[in-house]
């Protein structure tokens, strides 16, 4: 079982508190893109063997979405962090990376 800490009101839970929402950092593309790129933004997901970022909502407490860095081997949590963001913060890409020597972030498009 996954225990996530929503960064927005500081609760640690049992994952069965969230719910989660798929893929994170996924761009989404404007009225003037392909249908390819759309297409790309339904259907084509990472599915990786090892560090992934997640969407997830804390459905039974402030309602907010928020970002999860973890391993899907071995069900590591890195962090949880703010929704709204472009990338990991720091100190989450410094847990993956101690961890994960090779591991490095990668620009989503």
């Given at each position: 079982m996954l225990i996530?800490?929503?960064p927005y009101c500081g609760v640690t839970a049992e994952?069965?508190?969230?719910h989660g929402g798929g893929e994170a950092h996924l761009t989404r593309h404007g009225p003037d893109s392909s249908e390819q790129d759309f297409e790309d933004?339904?259907?084509?997901?990472?599915n990786p063997k090892g560090v992934h970022f997640e969407r997830w909502r804390h459905v039974n407490g402030c309602g907010k979405w928020l970002h999860a860095a973890?391993?899907?081997?071995?069900?590591?949590?890195f962090g949880t962090y703010n929704a709204q963001t472009f990338e990991p913060p720091k100190h989450i890409k410094d847990a993956i990376t101690a961890k994960?020597?090779?591991?490095?972030?990668?620009?989503?498009?």
């Open positions: 996530l800490e929503c994952e069965t508190e969230f933004y339904l259907f084509q997901r990472e973890r391993c899907t081997l071995t069900l590591e949590v994960r020597p090779g591991w490095t972030w990668r620009t989503f498009s």
